[in-house]
């Protein structure tokens, strides 16, 4: 009898995995062993596609990768789970705002062996100084958008957009709209 509840145990833990409500990824050495069919909703990418590939795959750009991923190291060193919001990339190429939560098989080695969950973030709370309008705005920024193509999209002028994007400029104490692009996709620590 006990053998039988032990497999169906397992099919019960096969079946949380495969249908959690976030998608969930178990990694080893950053490489995706394991993805949850969640992934396609918050992804666009199958679990097959994802399994055997870099995380990487999921972030915008390179010092993302690596600035996240140091990051996330070192705290899952101190505490047993890590949260944080970021930029990460779906697979139509669109840069998103993404709640991640992960924990480390090994603490010592965090990256060793880790499970990850991902969901879409409500709204770029790390970005205090910014309106609401503001905020709508970065997230065409940084999906390379132009001030004429987020008028169109918002239904404002492209000089609204314009004026915003100077007021995030000055806000964000960056130089010039490139400047401003790689501080928003820099995923700067959440306010505690």
Aim: charged content about 25%; some cysteine; glycine content about 8%.
């Amino acid at each position: 009898m006990q053998s039988g509840q032990g497999a169906q145990g397992r099919d019960y833990e096969r079946l949380a995995f495969r249908h959690a409500p976030d998608a969930t990824l178990i990694l080893a050495d950053r490489v995706i062993l394991r993805a949850s069919l969640r992934v396609g909703d918050v992804f666009g990418w199958t679990p097959a596609e994802l399994e055997g590939q870099s995380i990487r795959l999921l972030y915008p750009g390179q010092s993302d990768y690596e600035l996240i991923g140091e990051r996330a190291r070192r705290a899952l060193q101190a505490e047993p789970v890590y949260r944080d919001e970021r930029f990460m990339l779906r697979k139509d190429g669109q840069v998103v705002w993404m709640e991640g939560c992960g924990a480390a098989l090994d603490r010592a080695d965090p990256q060793r062996l880790a499970i990850w969950t991902y969901r879409p973030a409500a709204e770029k709370a790390a970005f205090g100084p910014l309106t609401g309008a503001e905020k709508r705005i970065a997230h065409y920024l940084v999906n390379g958008f132009t001030s004429k193509e987020i008028g169109q999209a918002l239904s404002c002028s492209h000089r609204t957009v314009e004026v915003h994007r100077a007021n995030m400029i000055r806000k964000m104490g960056v130089r010039n709209s490139f400047e401003l692009v790689r501080k928003l996709l820099a995923a700067p620590d959440p306010p505690r």
